[in-house]
């Protein structure tokens, strides 16, 4: 079992839903959580930095953190194509020593 | 502020050759961290310099080196080259300061053994 599992889709929504991404994590020491975006032959790009559990909103994003079942999420509302793209997950213990786990990610289509 | 910039774009290679990437970090940030994605593993960590140091490392093969200097640039080297080792490398940086901080990433260096 692999530390982070992502479903890589494609996900394909029209234009103006709400997405839902998710990952699900086995170990119980990452305690800082991330999302990046990765446009094709770019870098991935950090759209939101989260601590421990809760929820973190930044426009038309959200981040949520749920510590007790190992599950993480971002919703983005209002979705446009310029959205198209894959989304990571990222993970990491406190000290940071193994660097940043990702998943896989999950390649997202929003149709106009 | 430019970003984290990565020199070249793109790279041929062939087995058993070595291969020397190089990455220009934000312009205040000393931590560069180096990153290998593939398709089948994903994004894997490699190492991480500050202070011209190797201050944490991945689980990857000796053959894979890196160094920084003391403007906090960085260099990777991946000696003798294999088919594997086909991949886009990425390179991160951040203020260094404290550990988890947020990580910026470059485009990266496509790879390619042949």
């Known amino acids: 079992q692999k530390e982070v599992e992502q479903d890589p889709g494609p996900l394909s929504v029209p234009e103006g839903a709400i997405v839902s991404l998710n990952c699900t994590y086995s170990?119980?020491?990452?305690?800082?959580f991330m999302w990046y975006r990765q446009y094709s032959r770019k870098g991935p790009e950090l759209l939101m930095y989260?601590?421990?559990?809760g929820n973190k909103e930044d426009g038309r994003f959200t981040a949520q953190v749920d510590k007790s079942s190992k599950y993480i999420s971002l919703f983005i509302r209002d979705s446009q194509p310029s959205d198209s793209a894959t989304y990571l997950c990222?993970?990491?213990?406190?000290?940071?020593?193994?660097?940043?786990?990702f998943g896989k990610g999950t390649h997202l289509i929003i149709q106009p | 502020k430019a970003g984290v910039t990565q020199t070249p774009r793109y790279l041929i290679k062939t087995r058993g050759q070595q291969v020397t990437l190089s990455c220009s970090p934000i312009?205040?940030?000393?931590?560069v961290s180096w990153y290998q994605q593939t398709p089948g593993q994903g994004l894997q960590f490699l190492f991480e310099?500050?202070?011209?140091?190797?201050?944490n490392k991945g689980n990857f093969p000796g053959r894979f080196s890196g160094r920084q200097f003391s403007n906090s640039r960085s260099e990777m080297n991946v000696s003798t080259l294999e088919l594997g080792d086909s991949a886009l490398y990425l390179c991160?940086?951040?203020?260094?300061?404290?550990?988890?901080?947020?990580?910026?990433f470059g485009s990266g260096t496509q790879l390619s053994v042949l």
């Open positions: 170990n119980s020491a990452f305690q800082y």
């Open positions: 312009s205040g940030h000393r931590s």
């Open positions: 990222a993970m990491s213990a406190r000290g940071g020593a193994d660097g940043l786990t």
């Open positions: 991160a940086s951040s203020l260094g300061g404290a550990a988890n901080e947020k990580l910026f």
């Open positions: 989260t601590y421990s559990s």
């Open positions: 310099y500050f202070s011209e140091t190797q201050r």
